[in-house]
């Protein structure tokens, strides 16, 4: 079951009147080569900030930084592969040398489906590598930049999921990463002395190619169709029977990081139409 990622219209896009939101800033964004990574790239570079968007994937990632210009920012694209510490450092420098690092959205993910029994341990490893070791990682390169900054503040998000407050079978690396982060975020938090903030964002299912590229698997796992896992599995608990779009999503991390959400410190955006607290 094949899925195509909504246009990413400028009138979607939350703006929000912010002195932080200005082009001297940077806003780093993993992941930025395609669903929500490349939906948060898009609406902080509408935002004014400059966005440093990082990709493993170069194409991907170029096109990211083409539509930037279509919504009327400014990005440059650093391709990396976030399990490699010298990419991180590289991405890191690089990204100080366009302007003031204000802000940080770890977003960049996989997944993969298997039972604990079953789940191969080099794919594990990954997993834990580029989903919570990369964000602590960077996070860990980019707090004494936000701390010499002007005001000695910065934000920084993490990617979460529904999978960071319940656990559904077949997902415990995923499970494992995204509860982590919620962790990973706080810990920052408490750290943070007012002045460096940290929240994750939790969804449900999004339309993004990395959802929609796990129906086959659940599929033959749970022994039901493909249409079933969408409506009775993805869906099933949401009171909102539709997915979210990337750039919803996205608009969530501007508001996060907007002088708004300035007593979210640590805490989480829960966005899931229900599924977490009404099942």
């Known amino acids: 079951m094949a899925i195509s990622e909504p246009t990413i219209k400028t009138e979607d896009i939350l703006k929000i009147n912010d002195d932080q939101f200005k082009p001297e800033n940077v806003c780093i964004v993993t992941g930025c080569g395609t669903g929500i990574g490349r939906a948060t790239a898009l609406a902080a570079a509408a935002n004014g900030l400059t966005v440093a968007g990082i990709d493993i994937n170069k194409e991907a990632g170029s096109h990211t930084r083409e539509l930037a210009m279509d919504v009327g920012g400014e990005m440059t694209f650093i391709q990396a592969d976030l399990t490699n510490d010298d990419d991180l450092i590289r991405s890191v420098q690089e990204a100080s040398d366009q302007g003031a690092i204000k802000f940080l959205a770890n977003i960049a993910g996989i997944q993969h489906i298997d039972?604990?029994?079953?789940?191969?341990?080099?794919?594990?490893?990954?997993?834990?590598?580029?989903?919570?070791?990369?964000?602590?990682?960077?996070?860990?390169?980019?707090?004494?930049?936000?701390?010499?900054?002007?005001?000695?503040?910065?934000?920084?998000?993490?990617?979460?999921?529904?999978?960071?407050?319940?656990?559904?079978?077949?997902?415990?690396?995923?499970?494992?990463?995204?509860?982590?982060?919620?962790?990973?975020?706080?810990?920052?938090?408490?750290?943070?002395?007012?002045?460096?903030?940290?929240?994750?964002?939790?969804?449900?299912?999004?339309?993004?190619?990395?959802?929609?590229?796990q129906v086959a698997a659940q599929a033959e796992q749970r022994g039901i169709t493909e249409e079933q896992v969408v409506t009775d599995v993805m869906m099933g608990k949401s009171r909102v029977k539709k997915m979210m779009t990337p750039v919803g999503v996205a608009n969530m991390f501007i508001y996060g990081f907007s002088k708004h959400a300035e007593y979210l410190v640590g805490g989480d955006l829960l966005f899931d139409g229900g599924c977490v607290l009404t099942y």
């Open 115 to 213: 039972a604990v029994e079953n789940f191969p341990m080099e794919t594990y490893d990954l997993m834990q590598r580029l989903m919570l070791r990369a964000p602590f990682y960077l996070s860990k390169l980019v707090i004494p930049r936000m701390k010499k900054s002007e005001g000695g503040t910065g934000v920084i998000a993490n990617m979460a999921s529904i999978h960071a407050h319940i656990c559904t079978l077949n997902k415990p690396v995923y499970n494992i990463t995204k509860f982590g982060l919620r962790a990973l975020s706080q810990s920052i938090s408490a750290e943070g002395e007012g002045k460096i903030r940290s929240f994750t964002v939790s969804t449900g299912f999004v339309q993004t190619p990395l959802a929609m590229n």
